[in-house]
């Protein structure tokens, strides 16, 4: 049975640097220590792996076989110290690293665009892994460590994870263009309970809010079909198979193209408040501080009920 040998890579670097430059009195400069203190260490290393590695002739050292073969792999060791130095200095400068964050369908496909190609902008190399789910799906994911921030609306609170305010959205009622109701000037949530509702998935924020919003009118709304799918909820829609309520500038295309309509509810406006999710005592990486700081940079200070398209619209004429 082998003996177990415990490498000590203050002598194996000793010994690099004697090898390389077969001189004790230049390895003892490159280390910034003493002639002795090199033929010492090497001497150390010789006796613990039981080799002679250095052959004296003269006044000149030579490498015997087996001290070649040693320099071969462990001059490898500290190419690869190097390396992972440099590694180090490109994660803490952001000249490489991943960036993992969270949102909901809507914002993965309406405003993360925008949100990322801003921080590419400042970061080119940080690759980047978008996670979509709904608000709830993408709390947990903050907690199983998969993502470090999301951008969510705060459907519940959680004494692990800090949510900064970022925007408000509001939630508007769409309709197919010839829907009965579409002709109305406004519509109260009454007129809506005998409507086939097409609701967001469980877990959604947008589908708290609209219950809540129908529960404080004690109202039963009668779900016809429960989707993610937002894109789906508008064709669906559109079609008259139900009515649905949506966030207001994911239908701002079909309503401009009055392929959709949209009703006020009468004396009531329902929004979702979004937030900047991570968990409060971990500490972000480097990139995840940086799209951090991106975020709180552009959020309104003055205006906490910014849209995020209002945001991005009063970002794009700074630029500008």
Same mark, same amino acid.
């Given at each position: 049975?082998?003996?177990?040998?415990?490498?000590?890579?203050?002598?194996?670097?000793?010994?690099?640097?004697?090898?390389?430059?077969?001189?004790?009195?230049?390895?003892?400069?490159?280390?910034?220590?003493?002639?002795?203190?090199?033929?010492?260490?090497?001497?150390?290393?010789?006796?613990?792996?039981?080799?002679?590695?250095?052959?004296?002739?003269?006044?000149?050292?030579?490498?015997?076989?087996?001290?070649?073969?040693?320099?071969?792999?462990?001059?490898?060791?500290?190419?690869?110290?190097?390396?992972?130095?440099?590694?180090?200095?490109?994660?803490?400068?952001?000249?490489?690293?991943?960036?993992?964050?969270?949102?909901?369908?809507?914002?993965?496909?309406?405003?993360?665009?925008?949100?990322?190609?801003?921080?590419?902008?400042?970061?080119?190399?940080i690759k980047i892994q978008l996670d979509e789910g709904s608000?709830?799906?993408?709390?947990?994911?903050?907690?199983?460590?998969?993502?470090?921030?999301?951008?969510?609306?705060?459907?519940?609170?959680?004494?692990?994870?800090?949510?900064?305010?970022?925007?408000?959205?509001?939630?508007?009622?769409?309709?197919?263009?010839?829907?009965?109701?579409?002709?109305?000037?406004?519509?109260?949530? &009454?007129? *809506?309970?005998? %409507?086939? @509702?097409?609701?967001?998935?469980?877990?959604?924020?947008?589908?708290?809010?609209? !219950? +809540?919003?129908?529960?404080?009118?004690?109202?039963?709304?009668?779900?016809?079909?429960?989707?993610?799918?937002?894109?789906?909820?508008?064709?669906?829609?559109?079609?008259?198979?139900?009515?649905?309520?949506i966030v207001k500038e994911a239908a701002a295309v079909e309503?401009?193209?009055?392929?959709?309509?949209?009703?006020?509810?009468?004396?009531?406006?329902?929004?979702?408040?979004?937030?900047? &999710?991570? *968990?409060?005592? %971990?500490? @972000?990486?480097?990139?995840?501080?940086?799209?951090?700081?991106?975020?709180?940079? !552009? +959020?309104?200070?003055?205006?906490?009920?910014?849209?995020?398209?209002?945001?991005?619209?009063?970002?794009?004429?700074?630029?500008?």
């Amino acid at each position: 049975m082998r003996g177990v040998l415990m490498l000590n890579f203050n002598q194996l670097r000793v010994f690099c640097q004697t090898a390389r430059y077969l001189s004790c009195t230049r390895a003892a400069e490159k280390l910034y220590i003493t002639q002795p203190a090199v033929t010492a260490q090497i001497k150390l290393l010789e006796d613990s792996c039981n080799l002679k590695l250095f052959r004296k002739k003269g006044r000149r050292i030579y490498l015997t076989d087996e001290g070649k073969t040693l320099y071969d792999y462990a001059a490898k060791v500290f190419e690869y110290e190097k390396e992972i130095e440099n590694l180090i200095d490109d994660l803490k400068e952001l000249k490489r690293g991943m960036l993992r964050l969270g949102t909901s369908k809507t914002y993965a496909r309406y405003f993360m665009p925008f949100l990322i190609t801003s921080f590419r902008e400042a970061y080119p190399h940080i690759k980047i892994q978008l996670d979509e789910g709904s608000s709830l799906d993408m709390i947990h994911s903050l907690l199983d460590l998969k993502n470090e921030l999301a951008v969510i609306a705060k459907v519940e609170d959680n004494p692990d994870i800090c949510f900064t305010p970022f925007s408000r959205e509001e939630l508007v009622l769409i309709l197919a263009p010839e829907h009965p109701l579409a002709r109305k000037k406004y519509i109260t949530l &009454a007129e *809506l309970a005998g %409507e086939p @509702l097409i609701m967001k998935e469980r877990g959604s924020a947008t589908r708290k809010q609209v !219950i +809540a919003a129908f529960d404080d009118n004690g109202i039963s709304p009668e779900i016809l079909m429960e989707t993610s799918n937002a894109e789906f909820i508008k064709q669906l829609v559109q079609r008259g198979d139900g009515v649905s309520f949506i966030v207001k500038e994911a239908a701002a295309v079909e309503l401009q193209e009055k392929k959709l309509v949209t009703v006020p509810i009468k004396g009531q406006k329902i929004f979702l408040d979004v937030s900047i &999710a991570y *968990l409060k005592n %971990e500490q @972000l990486s480097p990139s995840a501080q940086a799209f951090l700081d991106i975020l709180l940079k !552009i +959020a309104p200070k003055e205006k906490p009920g910014e849209s995020i398209r209002t945001i991005m619209a009063r970002m794009l004429s700074q630029w500008k």
